[in-house]
């Protein structure tokens, strides 16, 4: 006869699960990944539009630094960052115009680790962070290992998704409220700030005494008018914390280097005993990342040269479907699009599990996994224009031919 004391290993299983496992989304970016190895299997070319992996060559500074390791022995490294790195850093903010001094950035792995570890400082259990839906998709999941509710504000897609009005912002702005993220150029939407709209963010910031998150991944990625910083609004010092990351501006995703950037020294305080418990971010990859740093400004003018005519090639196709709707994005290298569908999810599932055309199909993100607010983006999808344009023509032809069969299969 058994003992009801004792736990058996099923009770034991169940009891280990916390509620923030529950909580924690799937990406909405990676989520269709399975199904797209499938079609792959099967011989289908699949247009991977789902994820922001350039298709850029990662410079050859970067690859050449990796190959050029040469130390005896792979040791840790600081948990501020590599030095060489942190000096390129504040020598690549000083050429765009920004005065960031060493003492005020802190190396993180990837921008992903810069955006938790801004929120773990600033932010108990509970408190509230202020978005604006569609918004990035994994703002949800570091939001629920922090312990932090997001608060969203709905963009309008008629609008270019730009902010609401400062009025709106400063009403949902409570006695929990730490901080209002922004990312601009935006991913998901290729929205571009104005420097009128980031100033009215920092004085609301500084009226109402938040802190502004200020993503700046994508800055080089403007096509349309200029990049504007939260740096740049020094009557926030003390409440602008900038994140930064290498991985689109030299297509080094996996290289997982990013930083974040503070005036306020108990914020650097705190990052660097966050960056002490995880140790060192990435030696070698730092290493690499300091020698790309100092590319001249025709670097980054070409990039925005190619990204810009992907995505007039792309928004120029999409718009040409029956149905299907998109604003010319200003900035990063996404659009959200609508579409003549009522289950975005089946819709994009369905074009790698039941579709090909010349054994070709395209995958897309599903919009819902970019909203906070339940029953938001169930016609919406983000597409990422990073392939080369004879791919995008292929990518939309077979959209294009796909929403058609689905249209009238469902």
Not at 42 to 62: A, C, H, K, S
């Amino acid at each position: 006869m058994s003992d009801p004391n004792v736990t058996t290993p099923a009770k034991i299983g169940a009891l280990l699960l916390s509620e923030r496992s529950r909580l924690m989304p799937a990406s909405p970016i990676r989520k269709l990944v399975p199904f797209a190895e499938a079609a792959r299997k099967r011989g289908i070319t699949v247009y991977g539009l789902n994820i922001g992996q350039p298709d850029i060559p990662t410079p050859p500074e970067f690859l050449a630094a990796v190959r050029a390791f040469s130390a005896p022995v792979l040791a840790y490294g600081h948990s501020q960052g590599h030095a060489e790195l942190l000096t390129a850093f504040s020598r690549y903010y000083r050429n765009i115009g920004l005065d960031i001094p060493v003492e005020q950035i802190q190396i993180t792995t990837g921008g992903s680790e810069a955006i938790l570890f801004a929120l773990t400082i600033i932010a108990n259990p509970g408190d509230e962070i202020i978005v604006f839906e569609p918004y990035y998709t994994n703002y949800m999941g570091f939001a629920v290992e922090a312990g932090v509710k997001l608060v969203p504000l709905a963009t309008d897609p008629g609008q270019g998704y730009g902010l609401p009005p400062l009025e709106k912002i400063e009403q949902k702005i409570t006695g929990r409220t730490r901080a209002i993220l922004l990312c601009s150029p935006n991913n998901p939407t290729g929205t571009l700030l104005s420097r009128e709209v980031m100033g009215g963010i920092a004085d609301l910031a500084r009226r109402k005494n938040v802190f502004v998150l200020s993503d700046e991944v994508y800055r080089e990625f403007c096509y349309t008018g200029k990049h504007t910083s939260i740096w740049e609004f020094e009557e926030i010092a003390e409440r602008a914390i900038m994140l930064d990351s290498i991985s689109k501006r030299y297509s080094a995703c996996g290289a997982r280097v990013g930083c974040l950037a503070s005036r306020n020294k108990q914020v650097m305080d705190a990052a660097l005993r966050l960056g002490q418990a995880r140790l060192c971010s990435p030696t070698i990859e730092q290493i690499a990342a300091a020698r790309v740093m100092d590319l001249p400004q025709s670097y980054y003018t070409a990039l925005a040269d190619e990204y810009r005519g992907r995505r007039d090639t792309i928004v120029d196709l999409f718009n040409k479907i029956p149905g299907c709707f998109c604003r010319k994005p200003l900035g990063a290298f996404y659009f959200m699009g609508t579409f003549p569908v009522a289950d975005i999810e089946d819709f994009c599932r369905w074009m790698l599990t039941d579709f090909s055309y010349e054994n070709q199909t395209v995958m897309i993100a599903p919009g819902p996994g970019f909203y906070a607010t339940p029953g938001m983006g169930k016609n919406e999808a983000r597409i990422a224009y990073v392939l080369e344009k004879e791919k995008l023509i292929r990518a939309m032809r077979a959209l294009r031919l796909g929403l058609a069969e689905y249209q009238q299969t469902h």
